[in-house]
């Protein structure tokens, strides 16, 4: 059975820099689509950043410059690093690999 498992979030002030990861319990293959989305309540989850099969990286517009995703291939890993964060990026952050699973969130608060 697979199992994605986020961890990083948390309560942070604006400017300040997160790191997120998702760490894979199963068996699938390293290099599958990798992504970060986002929601926030009564909106749509939102695609932040992902890496393709292929290798390659795509942002939002909202979080280009400042955050980047990457991934090791090793421990099967997924990492959102977040920086310059904003009140605006507060959001339920979910990782999703290889167009098939989904993890179940972590809550990441912008506030002063």
């Known amino acids: 059975q697979v199992q994605l498992v986020e961890s990083g979030g948390g309560l942070v002030r604006p400017g300040d820099s997160l790191r997120l990861s998702c760490r894979v319990s199963?068996?699938?293959?390293?290099?599958?689509?990798a992504a970060w989305y986002r929601q926030v309540p009564g909106k749509q989850r939102e695609l932040v950043a992902q890496?393709?099969?292929?290798?390659?990286?795509s942002y939002a517009d909202s979080v280009n410059g400042r955050f980047i995703i990457s991934r090791d291939v090793t421990t099967n890993t997924v990492y959102l690093q977040m920086d310059i964060v904003k009140p605006e990026d507060t959001a339920v952050y979910y990782c999703?690999?290889?167009?098939?699973?989904w993890g179940r969130g972590t809550q990441v608060t912008v506030s002063s």
């Open positions: 890496i393709s099969r292929g290798g390659g990286y």
């Open positions: 999703y690999r290889n167009n098939q699973y």
């Open positions: 199963g068996n699938i293959d390293s290099f599958g689509l």
